[in-house]
């Protein structure tokens, strides 16, 4: 597990859900290493890569409800190869997830701009 401050972060993700007018369900985060996220992405997905994040969503109206899987070793790399400190690049990602639970898609360049804008959004909230 990664060592973060839970009620901090709880408390973040919530005021960025509520600030797309969501509230926040029954979220869980599972914390892997690569070796299982490719797994799942093999599995649920038909994907035979590695990435930091997978989000499936379980959302019922308003309520954010889902699963959330991220891979330590690639926040770790990512971290690394941006020159960010792990801490927030694991930010970044847990925030990432929410926000595709918002709604907020990131397949194309013009969506990963809007996640990317929402993202910086929503970390400045957490540095308050």
């Given at each position: 597990?990664?060592?973060?401050?839970?009620?901090?972060?709880r408390a973040?993700?919530?005021?960025?859900?509520?600030?797309?007018?969501?509230?926040?369900?029954?979220?869980?985060?599972?914390?892997?290493?690569?070796?299982?996220?490719?797994?799942?992405?093999?599995?649920?997905?038909?994907?035979?890569?590695?990435?930091?994040?997978?989000?499936?969503?379980?959302?019922?109206?308003?309520?954010?409800?889902?699963?959330?899987?991220?891979?330590?070793?690639t926040v770790?790399?990512?971290?690394?190869?941006?020159?960010?400190?792990y801490d927030?690049?694991?930010?970044?990602?847990?925030?990432?997830?929410?926000?595709?639970?918002?709604?907020?898609?990131?397949?194309?360049?013009?969506?990963?701009?809007?996640?990317?804008?929402?993202?910086?959004?929503?970390?400045?909230?957490?540095?308050?």
């Amino acid at each position: 597990m990664p060592s973060l401050d839970y009620e901090a972060v709880r408390a973040w993700i919530a005021a960025v859900a509520e600030s797309y007018g969501r509230s926040v369900g029954d979220v869980a985060y599972v914390f892997c290493d690569d070796e299982e996220m490719l797994r799942v992405n093999r599995a649920f997905l038909n994907h035979d890569y590695y990435t930091d994040i997978i989000t499936f969503s379980r959302d019922e109206g308003r309520i954010l409800s889902g699963d959330i899987i991220i891979s330590l070793d690639t926040v770790r790399s990512n971290a690394e190869g941006l020159g960010v400190s792990y801490d927030a690049e694991l930010h970044r990602v847990i925030i990432h997830g929410i926000l595709h639970l918002c709604g907020i898609n990131d397949k194309s360049p013009e969506e990963r701009a809007q996640m990317e804008a929402a993202e910086n959004k929503a970390l400045a909230l957490l540095a308050k």
